[in-house]
């Protein structure tokens, strides 16, 4: 080996074993999750609990005040549960997940969450081990080595849902048992934690009181101050919640006649990212539905444009720079497109824990007067990520909030 190549090699091998160290999330988090959950405990609480927002968190935030015969009641800011959690079933001949698409962690977190013994997973997974990729630098593709392929996957690696959705499983394993008890077009507008119960206030004027609050909004509503907390929130929180990294972002699912794309092209962007995608990869299918997710700053250049139409005709033409005209000659007109970013209850994507300040993260998880709690994707204590992260959250949250005095 010539002294460069080696100097290159050892470089290299440095770098992985300094982010295997650092970037202890996901699927290298393996030995954090919980041996035990709240699944796995009883409580005796005789309070009333007011969860807000009927997510991956919240609904598995009720479903522990559901086993457990506690009463409760879930506010919900929409006319439906999931939160970022949406499948499209028209598109394709297979269900889509039009919000969170990924598992992100080790298998072995489906059964932890959904409360299953050994280590026998039911799911059908599919490994994201990508066989073709490109690079764009808005010119030329470049194709990606097997070498860094391999590297990627096995660094990191993630897993899809072969013939459902994460919207099936929050919904099989979580909502079945509470949706009863979601009220629906509920936004809360204020939360009053000054007296011996916590006063919740809608827009709508209604008043609901609760001797406990578990708020499970995202991040970017939070940093849109959409929420008035009397008395006002600590400084340190405020602080910690504007810190945390929160981009906008969308995505976009397009049907194709033929398959003249490769598994992802990855593009150069300034901050976040963009990336088209294989939507259907290993998929039992006959459809063709590129993806484009694209957050950051990227982003606006598409929501500038004015319409729907008008980003699903931009995303067809830098596709046909690429491929010589092949997008346009085999797009079928089909398309769904999930905008995040302009969403009033999420106005964002998602989280990336391990670019945060772990102190940021701490105090995000510090409730307020042992009266009002917070989960998520972003308070999940235990570095899954995604939403496995979001409902070891909710678990982690209720736990904390039912055994405190």
């Known amino acids: 080996m010539k002294l460069h190549q080696y100097i290159v090699f050892i470089s290299f091998i440095l770098m992985a074993s300094s982010l295997s160290s650092c970037f202890n999330w996901a699927a290298r988090a393996k030995n954090k999750i919980p041996n035990k959950t709240a699944l796995d ?10 969860v807000i927002g009927a997510g991956a968190s919240g609904l598995a935030a009720a479903k522990i005040l559901q086993k457990n015969g506690i009463d409760f009641i879930i506010l919900e800011a929409t006319d439906r549960y999931g939160g970022r959690l949406k499948k499209n ?4 001949d297979f269900p889509i997940d039009i919000g969170a698409e990924w598992l992100h962690s080790n298998p072995l977190v489906l059964n932890k969450i959904k409360g299953k013994k050994g280590e026998e997973i039911d799911e059908d997974l599919i490994p994201y081990h990508l066989e073709k990729a490109y690079t764009w630098n808005g010119k030329t593709l470049e194709e990606v080595s097997k070498a860094k392929l391999d590297f990627n996957y096995n660094f990191m690696p993630e897993s899809k849902f072969k013939n459902s959705t994460w919207y099936d499983f929050v919904d099989e394993h979580f909502a079945t048992e509470v949706k009863d008890k979601i009220k629906y077009n509920s936004i809360v507008t204020k939360i009053d934690y000054s007296d011996h119960q916590v006063v919740v206030e809608l827009k709508n004027g209604q008043i609901l009181k609760a001797d406990k609050v578990l708020t499970t909004v995202s991040i970017g509503v939070l940093k849109s101050n959409a929420i008035t907390f009397i008395p006002a929130l600590p400084q340190e929180k405020k602080m910690a919640i504007n810190a945390i990294t929160f981009l906008p972002g969308l995505k976009l699912m397009m049907n194709f006649n033929t398959k003249f794309y490769p598994d992802a092209i990855n593009c150069e962007v300034e901050s976040g990212e963009k990336v088209f995608y294989d939507v259907a990869f290993k998929k039992d299918t006959q459809s063709n539905i590129f993806g484009l997710l694209v957050s950051g700053n990227t982003v606006e250049k ?32 089909e398309y769904v497109l999930e905008n995040w970013g302009k969403h009033e209850f999420t106005k964002g994507t998602w989280t990336q824990p391990f670019e945060e300040e772990k102190s940021n993260l701490k105090q995000l998880n510090i409730p307020l007067k042992n009266k009002v709690y917070f989960a998520g994707e972003i308070n999940d204590p235990y570095r899954q990520m995604g939403v496995p992260g979001a409902i070891l959250s909710g678990y982690y949250s209720i736990d904390k909030l039912l055994t405190d005095e």
Not at 41 to 48: A, P, Q
Not at 89 to 92: D, S
Not at 310 to 321: F, P, R, T
């Open 302 to 333: 598409y929501y500038n444009l004015g319409s729907d139409q008008k980003i699903v005709d931009a995303a067809i033409k830098e596709l046909d720079i690429m491929f010589d005209g092949a997008a346009s000659k085999s797009f079928t007109g």
């Open 89 to 92: 079933t028209t598109l394709a």
């Open 41 to 50: 405990k009883t409580y005796d609480y005789n309070g009333k609990v007011i």
